[in-house]
Nanobody
């Protein structure tokens, strides 16, 4: 599975952005999807995740209420809508896919994910 993330950019404090991640080479609906981010000098951290069907989703406390993850299995794409962005959200954002043969849940642990995209940079200026 290849993942291509896009939608990053330079925005102001309080602005919104929508990230997209399009998958190819696999059956998209077989994968739970996640977004992670890595700020300069920091470790990669969980942002949001969504189950294969889209019925279950979760977010890190730091983004809860501001970010929303969604997916369109017909388009092989997962989205991350980011509202009320803050300078602390500045990071490279990565999408990731975790193959699931059954069940419906989501996971915040990076080591659970099998495939990773190349990342897209989000910079929020104050």
């Amino acid at each position: 599975v290849q993942l291509q993330a896009s939608g990053g950019g330079l925005v102001q404090d309080g602005d919104s952005l929508r990230l997209s991640c399009t998958a190819s080479g696999g059956t998209f609906s077989s994968y739970d999807m996640g977004w992670f981010r890595q700020a300069p000098g920091k470790e990669r951290e969980f942002v949001s995740a969504i189950s294969r069907s889209g019925g279950y989703a979760g977010h890190a406390d730091s983004v809860k209420g501001r970010f929303t993850i969604s997916r369109d299995n017909a388009k092989n794409t997962v989205y991350l809508q980011m509202n009320s962005l803050k300078p602390g959200d500045t990071a490279v954002y990565y999408c990731a896919a975790r193959f699931r043969s059954g069940g419906s849940t989501w996971d915040s642990r990076a080591f659970r994910y099998d495939y990773w995209g190349q990342g897209t940079l989000v910079t929020v200026s104050s």
